[in-house]
């Protein structure tokens, strides 16, 4: 039994302790963390690449994949607002959020029970290179270098290929992100989005390129955009009832996406830039190359 | 019998309050036994009273629970005092601190600071930003509300309502214009939330409510009076113009330091002073102290059960005081109907 202890402490011990600099410009000791909670569902997709998904012992509500990783975990609600007290109850000895996913406030609260909080940038600046910075920086905080090394070639490589395809495109299409969940609650997606550098990735133009961040969509604006494809969320598309429903979005079908019937599906965390950002983007080119 | 009455509930609410706040220190997403309560709070002193603790149940029982729980405690008390002393002072029932633009003063300059992107004081920004925006609505309808050196109740109260209106229409129109984030940030801030409570926060809202709190019940018999009426009041000795300038005070202290740390939390300031005015009557004196204590123990138990009802997960607080207080008001009133008291 000592043995066992002894030689538990040793490996537990800050043999292989690092020190990480946040977003928020504070200091992380890292030492071998055994029990993660991870609020950031592309964070979550990361970690679970890098094949320490097992370690993590609580998620917010929006991360749910993969699976085995999401189920397993303690929901701790919603992914912008995770309560204090929820996380320092699964005991985590790292807590790992994007900025946007973790108040100032929050992370003090979890600080004062003496609980490291790493706050990673946002997943969706600068795309696939923010990617891959995040790829990199949890592979050295988990010791997983090496598969971080692999993970990000394999980016790189998806999107080499990427460029190859693009290059047969015709014309660049002008693409337009609509968020909606039904009629009158729709969303224009401008630059530094998940949707834009999906729009990008894909050899498009986002036509909502007139804004940076969100603002809500009117008709006008639609028409102006004048889109030849149109991405929605799948959950979105379903919402509002199908193809046949997107269509009757106000402004939809006096856009040349509409008159083609060019809607098309995208994954439900397309807005959050994870490890299946590139295979997101090959599904669709592939989809878009059969309405140009 | 009223009197009698009133002592009983007093004892009684007292009573069921202390054993409230024990219990919530001890519950929440992380476990701490009574016991255990008991020894973090005697180590605090250099105690050792035998009863183990681990360094994590002392960090969140001293530095989350402990001031959550107390900030529930005088947030509630607050909002529903403020509630009873409008009630009196309108001569309405339905007035309530919602109703005369302290909490839409607040929400729309906590808007302006959130689309402004103002963050001059740090994680303090949104809660100046609430107590500056109360303040701000509540010295306005009163201004308004001046007439030859007299204030007019009615048309401080057609004020608050003109005044709320403008300001949930320039909350709209920041609602409107804010990028997603923005957008959360002001979502849940009307919400409500118990969860950033902290000593510094408390340190900065509970001696402001405590004003309130406690020097509202010196102006109860200045209220009785004014419930026959502002010449009767006159006539009984009440300097009316100055008892209305404190009382105005008080409830922009009451509700604007409460608002502006845990956002909005409706109901309380409506409902408390009703449920205790069926029990004891109209005296304000019996309905001050005892709105306080029944509003503490609202938020409280709403509080608790919004942190253990998901947990780890917790549902915003402002939820829970309807969810808990509708249905028991309703009740309340189906009691009341049945008696013929209504």
């Known amino acids: 039994m000592k043995i066992i202890f002894a030689l538990s402490i040793f490996i537990s011990s800050p043999l292989f302790a690092a020190t990480f600099t946040g977003v928020d410009g504070k200091k992380v000791v890292v030492s071998n963390p055994q029990r993660l909670v991870v609020i950031n569902s592309s964070s979550v997709e990361i970690i679970s690449a890098l094949g320490k998904g097992e370690k993590i012992v609580g998620v917010d509500a929006g991360s749910q994949f993969p699976e085995e990783v999401t189920k397993k975990a303690q929901n701790l609600g919603h992914p912008y607002r995770p309560g204090a007290e929820g996380v320092i109850s699964l005991k985590p000895d790292l807590v790992i959020a994007n900025e946007e996913n973790m108040p100032a406030a929050t992370a003090e609260q979890i600080r004062s029970a003496k609980i490291q909080v790493l706050v990673l940038e946002n997943s969706a600046k600068d795309g696939l290179e923010g990617l891959k910075r995040r790829v990199t920086l949890l592979g050295d905080v988990l010791e997983a270098k090496e598969k971080a090394l692999e993970l990000n070639k394999e980016i790189e490589a998806d999107v080499a290929a990427l460029q190859v395809e693009i290059k047969s495109l015709k014309k660049t299409p002008k693409i337009f992100f609509l968020y909606a969940h039904g009629p009158g609650t729709a969303f224009i997606y401008g630059q530094a989005t998940g949707s834009h550098y999906l729009i990008e990735a894909v050899g498009g133009k986002n036509s909502a390129d007139f804004t940076t961040g969100t603002k809500p969509l009117t008709a006008e604006a639609m028409v102006q955009a004048s889109p030849d494809v149109i991405i929605m969320l799948g959950r979105g598309l379903k919402a509002v009832g199908g193809v046949e429903g997107a269509l009757k979005l106000s402004g939809v079908s006096l856009t040349p996406a509409g008159k083609n019937k060019a809607i098309l599906q995208v994954d439900d965390s397309i807005r959050w830039i994870g490890p299946r950002f590139p295979g997101f983007a090959k599904e669709l080119l592939q989809e878009m190359k059969k309405t140009l | ?342």
């Not at chain 2, 309130?212 to 209220?223: E, H, K, N």
């Not at chain 2, 300097?239 to 604007?256: F, M, P, R, T, Y």
């Not at chain 2, 915003?316 to 008696?339: D, H, V």
């Open chain 2, 1 to 342: 019998m009223r009197g009698k009455a009133t002592g009983l509930a007093f004892i009684i609410l007292l009573g069921v309050l202390i054993f409230t706040v024990v219990l919530s220190s001890g519950l929440g997403a992380v476990e701490i036994a009574p016991l255990q309560v008991l020894s973090i709070l005697a180590s605090q002193f250099g105690l050792n009273i035998g009863v183990p603790f681990t360094e994590q149940q002392e960090a969140v029982f001293i530095a989350l629970r402990l001031p959550r729980v107390l900030m529930g405690l005088f947030i509630g008390a607050g909002l529903a005092v403020s509630g009873a002393a409008m009630q009196g002072l309108f001569r309405n029932p339905l007035a309530d601190p919602g109703l005369l633009g302290i909490s839409s003063g607040a929400s729309f300059f906590v808007g302006l600071a959130i689309i402004a992107n103002i963050s001059f004081a740090g994680i303090w920004t949104l809660p100046i930003a609430a107590f500056t925006g109360s303040v701000l609505a509540i010295i306005l309808i009163y201004s308004l509300a001046q007439h030859d050196r007299k204030t007019n109740i009615a048309t401080m109260l057609l004020a608050g309502i003109a005044i709320n209106a403008l300001c949930e229409a320039g909350t709209g129109l920041f609602t409107y214009l804010s990028t997603d984030e923005q957008l959360r940030t002001i979502t849940f801030w009307q919400m409500g939330s118990l969860g950033g409570a902290s000593w510094s926060s408390l340190g900065s809202a509970a001696p402001l409510i405590s004003l309130s709190v406690l020097g509202m019940p010196f102006l109860a018999s200045a209220l009785n009076a004014l419930l026959l009426g502002e010449s009767n009041a006159r006539h009984l000795g009440v300097s009316v113009e100055k008892v209305k300038w404190v009382i105005v005070a008080l409830i922009g202290l009451g509700v604007g330091a409460g608002v502006a740390v845990a956002g909005r939390i409706g109901f309380v300031g409506l409902v408390i002073p009703h449920v205790i005015r069926l029990f004891v009557g109209s005296n304000h004196r019996a309905v001050l102290p005892l709105s306080a204590i029944a509003g503490a123990l609202l938020l409280l138990w709403a509080d608790l059960i919004s942190r253990t009802i998901v947990s780890p997960a917790e549902l915003p607080i402002g939820i829970l005081t309807s969810m808990i207080g509708g249905p028991f008001f309703l009740y309340l009133l189906l009691q009341a109907k049945k008696k013929g008291r209504l």
